[in-house]
């Protein structure tokens, strides 16, 4: 997945029709209206998967594209495919596992922390402050959704705060929008940078 202006866009979009299937399914969560079949949640997961997968990956390049180091590209892609693993496993299983979910629950926080923790050491003057603000807001939403959990086991959820539980959900791909519009204005400004530098170069001495 080649890094350019063109592909960007692409990936905007993308990102914004992840956001847009987040809303939709946090709205059915909170109004706890799921008026949909088993095949279509499970379509709809998929979908959601490939979009936010395909998203995060062209970050990675992105991050490989300006020449950050290993030690924050190495964990996007420990971060990815710990997603792709935990999705996985909840499409095939075929019988509550909540003990199981709770373990990796624990996992996916540490992981999280350690993706954030790396992101800000992102170099990119340009892109530091959006690879920050992404990780922060995995992380918060990660955090909330595991206190969250704790809180439903103990019966101590109110709607009020179950419905701000799910709506932290909407921040990482909001985030992700915000970073990917950074990228395009970089690569921009890059590629003008290139024309006039090649400009220059064609004058006659």
């Avoid at 202006?5 to 809303?23: G, Q, S």
């Avoid at 109004?31 to 998929?46: A, E, K």
């Avoid at 990780?135 to 990660?142: E, G």
């Avoid at 969250?148 to 791909?173: D, K, Q, R």
Wanted: hydrophobic share 55%; net charge positive; with cysteine.
């Amino acid at each position: 997945m080649k890094i350019r202006a063109k592909t960007t866009y692409y990936i905007i979009a993308t990102a914004v029709v992840y956001l847009l299937l987040v809303a939709f399914v946090d709205w059915l969560k909170i109004f706890d209206n799921m008026p949909m079949t088993y095949i279509q949640r499970w379509i709809l997961n998929v979908v959601m998967e490939i979009t936010y997968v395909t998203v995060m990956l062209y970050l990675y390049q992105a991050l490989r594209y300006v020449n950050e180091n290993r030690h924050i590209t190495i964990p996007f892609l420990i971060y990815i495919g710990y997603d792709l693993f935990i999705f996985v496993l909840r499409l095939l299983a075929r019988s509550p596992m909540n003990g199981l979910f709770i373990l990796l629950g624990g996992i996916t926080v540490v992981i999280t922390l350690y993706f954030t923790i790396q992101l800000f050491s992102v170099r990119n003057k340009a892109l530091t402050f959006s690879f920050k603000l992404l990780a922060i807001t995995m992380l918060f939403s990660v955090l909330l959704r595991s206190i969250g959990s704790i809180l439903a086991i103990l019966h101590w959820v109110s709607h009020s705060i179950f419905i701000y539980i799910i709506l932290s959900e909407l921040l990482p791909p909001t985030a992700s929008i915000l970073l990917l519009c950074k990228i395009l204005t970089y690569l921009n400004k890059e590629q003008h940078a290139f024309k006039l530098a090649a400009s220059k170069a064609d004058e006659p001495a």
